[in-house]
């Protein structure tokens, strides 16, 4: 295959996709979309990767400031996949036990049985995560990577499918901590939920104004198109999706150009190779295609790998972004052709 460098375009949209479902579990996912789109507007990027992280059995952290629908979308892919979830606020006084659950004390037996917390659940939404201590970010850690939790020793394991949705504001620093990278590390992509443009705007104030209640989805026409088992389904076609050697290998090529950039200081690390991969699978299957293409893996980028690098302070201070850094990353590495 002969590569160049000047054929560099920039990454496209995670919008809705293009093609044509190919398998009848293909066509419950589009489907899927469309219930979401009943109750969401104008954030098409952040509904493609949810649908992408719970193909992938990943997890997904969404930015944006309040008010742009992030549990609202939580609360609608659920309805629309008949899935358990719950909404944990997470505050600097929540404790591991809040979250994960607890053993309690039953006088009437003389022993000890166990409440299962929040966690226990098929989509978890953690609402402003980095509001809470290190040691309750641990047990996330723990659920995220483990699909599990321990009480008073004992794992015990959660429900299948299970994906934490995290949401964090971006203007709003004081009285947060920052995710440790390990636990950054663990969120397959990060989306960014901008404030609408004005015809996104106008149509959620015109289905406000012709009385749309989201504290009601199922009055809205929200349905279930799809179940857990839907969800294993398409996990497994997923896996079926052909990536040729040459575009594994520009994979690599991205990943170690990110811990090769002078102005990086925190490169990406082999996770973050298995996850463009896996993402960009799942991108090209709900695309209608069993096989990646190059731009399947320079869309996925940016939500793939920049959650997972950090620049040097001065390359910050000249004004250079992450997502400036990744252009440049993408503009330099030759493309298979």
Known sequence: MSTSSD???????LTEPAGPAQSPTAEKFQALRKEIAKAIVGQDQAVSGVLIGLL????????????????????????ALDLDHKRVQFTPDLMPGDLTGSLIYQSASGQFTFRPGPVFTNLLLADEINRTPPK???????????????????????????????????IEYEGTYPLPEAQLD???????????????ELEIVRRHAGNFDPTNLASAGISAVAHAADVHAARAEVRTVEIHPALQSYIVDLVRATRQAP?????VSPRGSLALMNTSRAWAWLNGRTFVTPDDIKTLAPAVLGHRMSLHAEAELDGLTIDRALDMILSTVPVPR
């Open 136 to 170: 309750t970010q641990a047990a996330l850690l723990e659920a995220m990577a483990e699909h599990q939790v321990s009480v008073d020793g004992e794992p015990r394991a959660l429900p299948s499918p299970f994906m934490v949705v995290a949401t964090q504001n971006p």
């Open 263 to 267: 102005t990086v200081a925190v490169g």
């Open 56 to 79: 992938c059995d990943g997890h997904v952290l969404l930015e944006g400031v309040p008010g742009t629908a992030k549990t609202l979308l939580v609360r609608s892919l659920a309805q």
């Open 186 to 200: 663990r969120f397959l992509l990060k989306m960014i939920m901008p404030l609408p443009p004005k015809d996104a």
């Open 7 to 13: 054929s560099f375009r920039p990454p496209a949209a």
